[in-house]
């Protein structure tokens, strides 16, 4: 069984910064590219950043020049720096990987967190 498991999210003024991480297991044959989007209240879900597996990154406008994702491939860990963080920044957020899958390998597949609060207020 696959799955993500998150975590790093909570409550923070603005300005201040947070650190998310996704973690991935199980039997996993590949990882092709891992994300973070965000979901805020009555709102759609949307691309915050993602990486894919030849280190290539890309960020939605909103966050650009605040927010880094990284990748530590040896643990299929994802992670998502939050700096300068706004009220607007405030939401769900949901780890996403699309992975190869097996020991005969299947795939790919889209693969979804559970989601972390975050939340930016004084």
């Known amino acids: 069984q696959v799955q993500l498991v998150e975590s790093g999210g909570g409550l923070v003024q603005p300005g201040g910064s947070l650190r998310l991480s996704c973690a991935a297991s199980g039997s996993i044959f590949s990882i092709y590219v891992m994300g973070w989007y965000r979901q805020a209240p009555g709102k759609q879900r949307e691309l915050g950043a993602l990486i894919t597996s030849g280190g290539n990154t890309t960020y939605a406008d909103s966050v650009k020049g605040r927010f880094t994702i990284s990748r530590e491939y040896a643990k299929n860990t994802v992670y998502l720096q939050m700096n300068s963080l706004k009220p607007e920044d405030t939401a769900v957020y949901y780890c996403?990987?699309?992975?190869?899958?097996?020991?005969?390998?299947?795939?790919?597949?889209?693969?979804w967190g559970q989601g972390t609060q975050v939340t930016v207020s004084s």
């Open positions: 996403n990987a699309v992975m190869g899958v097996g020991t005969v390998p299947r795939g790919p597949y889209n693969y």
